[in-house]
């Protein structure tokens, strides 16, 4: 029983209740009206039932992960001004492609799982053949489906734990980055590149200002690059070529890097601010490649072990920002160049000076990169990464005018000196609505009859989207 001890029998006489009555209708006549009215006490019972019912029981984990969800479709027609003369590679002047990207995150206290991946339907048969995701020896070859990232964050005292297939956000420079070289990238356009993540096991430590990182990316995965048939495959010429971008004659042995842990990637990075300055350093063992070497009449594309040391810098002054990268290579063995590549740049914000031209902001963005070879590989190396490296001396301007909140447009140029090649994009962006977007898009390109990429002058496109927010 609840109660231990019983009530007295005496405390129900009749004259006990008579006195509890009498009490009663006092304190109801003393409360205030309000209280006392018809309608508040059938508020006040109505609560009574509202507080007794059950709580609802709380959201589970699939619940909350659906709930952030979004999805994002995206159909893609490019419009190409020229047609290959090559019957091997592909003429056809209109491709179209579909994309549906899905990505969500929910958090569990500071715990956080994040996934984003996305299907995708093309014209491109031959760039969308159906590959594993471990099967490396298809690289050039991309999936139907893409898992872009996937990983869970366990947050600790004072630091993150993260287990997955994440991106490594390394860098300050805006356009070109030399030293985010270690996401997955897909080059089958490589004018448009998409970084996935990378799988590894990672480690954040933060105190105030500064953070210390630390990356174990035991998964190598070569970049994705042009199949023979696509338009942006470059030929050998004048007796060079691009080892990223073809398929070598004859026989090839790819060699890849091995699974033991010191073929695995490491990267340590520290970031800070101080006195209004952003600035990075960072060590790493990663791969690189591939190089190519003659092995009787065939051919072998090596992926080798290299030591990376960069740093950086970031800074605001009233409407300018200025940044600065540094990166330094150098392979364990004597397979490729040893070189020190930076770039450096300014980002500059106008708002009052372009309203009397009607913008109601314009961000102009220049970037010079550039490299420095130390030393050059052993000469049984036929073919070292120089030719494919960007940004070995390269000048970017970006304009970024802003009309209206639905409204804008770009301008985006390139001149890659080493390469002998000019790129010019033009573009426009049209917010619909909140969930409908359109996009316009002209590339024009030039290259001198000696440059290796003088083939993409045949690529010439306007680019048509659509971005609907599901």
């Known amino acids: 029983m609840f109660y231990k001890n019983k009530?007295?029998?005496?405390?129900f006489s009749s004259k006990s209740i008579f006195i509890l009555l009498l009490a009663s209708i006092f304190l109801i006549n003393s409360s205030s009206p309000v209280l006392a009215s018809e309608d508040n006490f059938e508020s006040l019972?109505?609560?009574?039932?509202?507080?007794?019912?059950?709580?609802?029981?709380?959201?589970?984990?699939f619940e909350k992960f659906w709930d952030n969800r979004s999805f994002t479709f995206s159909t893609i027609n490019d419009v190409y001004l020229h047609s290959r003369s090559s019957e091997e590679q592909?003429?056809?002047?209109?491709?179209?492609?579909?994309?549906?990207?899905?990505q969500s995150q929910f958090n569990i206290d500071r715990d956080i799982l994040y996934l984003e991946t996305w299907a995708e339907w093309s014209d491109l048969n031959k760039a969308y053949e159906q590959q594993p995701w471990f099967n490396r020896n298809l690289e050039t070859r991309r999936n139907r489906v893409h898992l872009n990232q996937l990983y869970y964050t366990f947050g600790l005292d004072e630091m993150d734990l993260i287990l997955g297939k994440k991106k490594v956000e390394l860098g300050l420079a805006s356009l070109y980055s030399p030293v985010d070289r270690y996401n997955r990238a897909d080059l089958v356009d490589p004018i448009h590149p998409r970084a996935e993540g990378i799988w590894q096991l990672g480690l954040n430590y933060y105190r105030g200002v500064d953070s210390l990182e630390f990356f174990i990316m035991p998964v190598y995965e070569p970049t994705r690059t042009p199949p023979t048939t696509s338009r942006w495959s470059v030929p050998r010429k004048s007796g060079t070529?691009?080892?990223?971008?073809?398929n070598l004659p004859g026989t090839t042995e790819k060699a890849f890097p091995n699974t033991e842990p010191s073929d695995w990637q490491y990267l340590i990075n520290y970031k800070t601010v101080r006195a209004g300055w952003d600035l990075f350093a960072a060590a790493s063992h990663s791969i690189s490649g591939p190089v190519v070497k003659q092995k009787g009449l065939n051919y072998q594309q090596?992926?080798?072990?290299?030591?990376?040391?960069?740093?950086?810098f970031s800074t605001v002054v009233d409407r300018w920002e200025f940044h600065g990268e540094l990166l330094f290579q150098r392979p364990y063995d004597?397979?490729?160049?040893?070189?020190?590549?930076?770039?450096?740049?300014f980002k500059y914000k106008m708002d009052d000076r372009v309203r009397r031209f009607g913008i109601k902001k314009l961000e102009t963005t220049f970037e010079m990169a550039s490299e420095h070879i130390i030393s050059k590989p052993d000469d049984d190396i036929l073919f070292s990464t120089r030719?494919?490296?960007?940004?070995?001396?390269?000048?970017?301007?970006?304009?970024?005018?802003?009309?209206?909140?639905?409204?804008?447009?770009?301008?985006?140029?390139?001149?890659?000196a080493d390469k002998e090649t000019t790129f010019l994009g033009l573009g426009l962006k049209n917010k619909?609505?909140?969930?409908?977007?359109?996009?316009?898009?002209?590339?024009?390109?030039?290259?001198?009859?000696?440059?290796?990429?003088?083939?993409?002058?045949?690529?010439?496109?306007?680019i048509f989207s659509l971005e609907y927010l599901i």
Request: proline share 6%.
């Open 7 to 11: 009530l007295p029998v005496s405390l």
């Open 45 to 61: 019972f109505s609560q009574m039932e509202e507080k007794t019912e059950p709580a609802e029981a709380p959201p589970g984990y």
């Open 90 to 102: 592909q003429s056809a002047s209109l491709i179209s492609t579909n994309i549906l990207s899905f």
């Open 241 to 246: 070529f691009n080892s990223n971008f073809m």
């Open 302 to 312: 090596k992926y080798f072990d290299v030591f990376n040391l960069s740093g950086g």
């Open 334 to 345: 004597p397979v490729d160049d040893t070189f020190l590549k930076g770039v450096a740049g």
């Open 387 to 416: 030719d494919s490296r960007p940004g070995r001396l390269s000048y970017l301007l970006s304009l970024n005018a802003e009309k209206t909140e639905k409204l804008s447009y770009i301008v985006l140029s390139e001149l890659d």
């Open 432 to 462: 619909i609505n909140n969930d409908l977007n359109c996009y316009f898009w002209a590339e024009f390109f030039d290259a001198s009859s000696d440059s290796q990429l003088e083939p993409w002058e045949d690529n010439d496109r306007i």
